[in-house]
């Protein structure tokens, strides 16, 4: 699934590129991301993966009433909180052209990384 993502999210994201005024938008986005020191990248994508948890988690915790809208507010709140997250900074860097980029390849692991832990942290807490 995930690795589908990513394709997906980059063949979007090359789409995007067709549209010139789009991908010197993603451009600047990603020229932002970037100015983010290592360490504050992890901590954006270890916050990430616990709004997508609590997304995930609050709308598949109750069989009989699932509200989407949980999805929603978790998603907002990760945009809102400039924390990173792994697909939409593949569509972002793909778009702006900068995908083949060493330290945007890297930064992507790490906040692939960062998704999981905060994730998997999250879901540990609420399980106990």
């Known amino acids: 699934v995930f690795c589908g993502n990513c394709v997906g999210a980059s063949l979007v994201g090359l789409l995007t590129m067709a549209r010139p005024s789009l991908g010197k938008a993603a451009a600047l986005l990603c020229v932002a991301k970037?100015?983010?020191?290592?360490i504050e990248w992890?901590?954006?994508s270890i916050?990430?993966?616990?709004?997508?948890?609590?997304g995930v988690l609050g709308y598949s915790r109750n069989r009989n009433e699932k509200n989407p809208l949980i999805v929603v507010?978790?998603?907002?709140?990760?945009?809102?909180?400039g924390?990173?997250?792994?697909i939409a900074d593949m569509f972002y860097f793909t778009a702006g052209g900068m995908?083949?980029?060493?330290?945007?390849?890297?930064?992507l692991w790490l906040c692939a990384v960062g998704n999981l832990?905060?994730?998997?942290?999250?879901?540990k807490v609420v399980e106990t």
């Open 42 to 44: 992890f901590l954006a």
């Open 73 to 81: 507010l978790a998603v907002m709140g990760f945009i809102l909180a």
């Open 83 to 86: 924390a990173e997250h792994v």
């Open 99 to 107: 995908i083949g980029s060493w330290q945007v390849i890297l930064r």
């Open 117 to 123: 832990i905060g994730g998997y942290a999250f879901g």
């Open 47 to 54: 916050l990430c993966g616990v709004f997508i948890a609590i």
């Open 34 to 38: 970037l100015d983010k020191g290592w």
